[in-house]
T-cell receptor, first 111, second 112 residues
């Protein structure tokens, strides 16, 4: 299984602080993706990092990938109350490129 | 563009009843997916279709069937619903296997 596992399961911070979430996976990957899910909604794609990349930025998001440790991290800088959501990592690998999702980190940003 | 649409949004079934969940995408994507999401379990892949004309089992296919009707539409059928199939079902699509996926709003299914 390519399963991603996020850590921590839940994170509560104050507005303006940075939030860091970690993801570990089990076998080699083609890419690793991060998604956000607001309560009761579908998932929204945030960022994709390929196996040959080490870091990627998108706005206030920074993703790193360490294939030697089979881990990735998502950093959200200067968090806002609107960032409150669940965040999932998903690993894509193997010949069929299926995505395997972790169980998510619930981020709460307090105003 | 509507993106990925799913119908119905909510459904209550009795044990043993059947139903079909509909999914359509208007992004001309090749690949489509069905997931279920249960509390504390994340998303689990039920079936996927890498391209029109192909379907394959995912992690939890038992009790489900799928049809890739055309490039736009991918339906999920429960032939004989069981309480264990109570869940939120998401359809998603991507341009190619392994690419970023676009999700529908979900169908909340309760089986009593």
């Amino acid at each position: 299984s390519q399963q991603g596992e996020e850590d921590p399961q839940a994170l509560s911070i104050q507005e303006g602080e940075n939030a860091t979430m970690n993801c570990s996976y089990k076998t080699s990957i083609n890419n690793l993706q991060w998604y956000r899910q607001n309560s009761g909604r579908g998932l929204v794609h945030l960022i994709l990092i390929r196996s040959n990349e080490r870091e990627k930025h998108s706005g206030r998001l920074r993703v790193t990938l360490d294939t030697s440790k089979k881990s990735s991290s998502l950093l959200i800088t200067a968090s806002r109350a609107a960032d409150t959501a669940s965040y999932f990592c998903a690993a894509s690998g193997g010949s069929n490129y299926k995505l395997t999702f972790g169980k998510g980190t619930l981020l709460t940003v307090n105003p | 563009n509507a993106g990925v649409t799913q119908t119905p949004k909510f459904q209550v079934l009795k044990t043993g009843q059947s139903m079909t969940l509909q999914c359509a995408q208007d992004m001309n994507h090749n690949s489509m997916y069905w997931y279920r999401q249960d509390p504390g379990m994340g998303l689990r892949l039920i079936y996927y279709s890498a391209s029109e004309g192909t379907t394959d089992k995912g992690e939890v296919p038992n009790g489900y069937n799928v049809s890739r009707l055309n490039k736009r539409e991918f339906s999920l059928r429960l032939e004989s619903a069981a309480p264990s199939q109570t869940s939120v079902y998401f359809c998603a699509s991507s341009e190619a296997p392994g690419g970023e996926q676009y999700f529908g709003p979900g169908t909340r299914l309760t089986v009593t």
